[in-house]
Antibody, heavy 116, light 110 residues
């Protein structure tokens, strides 16, 4: 069974940093593109970033470029999102999901709250 | 990068059919056969319902179908059931490995 489990969310002050992790199991992690998608409270889904199978390609939505970094460790079956210079508008549930063109498996999400 | 346009809400009675539209541009929805649809129940993770405009993953009911005309994609749910009540989101590839979601549509089963 495919499982994606996010962790690392929490309360952080504006301008602070946070690193999210996503532990993958039940499939060959190194064979798949992965992505982060976020959902602000009461709002819709927003694609955040993609990374290819070996980590050599990554893409970001404009509002997070230069602040967020997506990465992966295939030996640990793990996906990461390093978030720096956090802003109030980054407050959201962050989901990791499998796949590039569509996502057939999602984690349950981890809540990031940016507030003083 | 503007979000794809979906109606905020749609409703239907059990057994009826409804259609949710998703309007983009010739740079995203209209340029690639890569629209996907997701169902999300409150407090839950999204679930893939349709991919590549009109393909259904295994395990998804055949009451769900996808189509596209020009810059507008559509999700049709036939034989509405109470458990279909949820939020629905479209998503389209928009070039350079970037993606756009729609604003979401709340489906109410009356």
């Amino acid at each position: 069974e495919v499982q994606l489990v996010e962790s690392g969310g929490g309360l952080v002050q504006p301008g602070g940093s946070l690193r999210l992790s996503c532990a993958a199991s039940g499939f060959t992690f190194s064979n798949f593109w992965m992505r982060w998608v976020r959902q602000a409270p009461g709002k819709g889904l927003e694609w955040v970033a993609n990374i290819n199978q070996d980590g050599g390609e990554n893409y970001y939505v404009d509002p997070v470029k230069g602040r967020f970094t997506i990465s992966r460790d295939n030996a640990k079956n793990s996906l990461y999102l390093q978030m720096n210079s956090l802003r109030a508008e980054d407050t959201a549930v962050y989901y990791c999901a499998r796949g590039l063109r569509w996502s057939d498996n999602w984690g349950q999400g981890t809540l990031v709250t940016v507030s003083s | 990068q503007s979000a794809l346009t979906q109606p905020a809400s749609v409703s239907g009675s059990p057994g009826q059919s409804i259609t949710i539209s998703c309007t983009g541009t010739s740079s995203d929805v209209g340029n690639y056969n890569l629209v996907s649809w997701y169902q999300q129940h409150p407090g839950k993770a999204p679930k893939l319902m349709i991919y590549e405009d009109n393909k259904r993953p295994s395990g998804v009911s055949n009451r769900f179908s996808g189509s596209k005309s020009g810059n507008t994609a559509s999700l049709t749910i036939s034989g509405l059931q109470a458990e279909d009540e949820a939020d629905y989101y479209c998503c389209s590839y928009s070039g350079y490995s970037t993606f756009l979601f729609g604003g979401g549509t709340k489906l109410t089963v009356l």
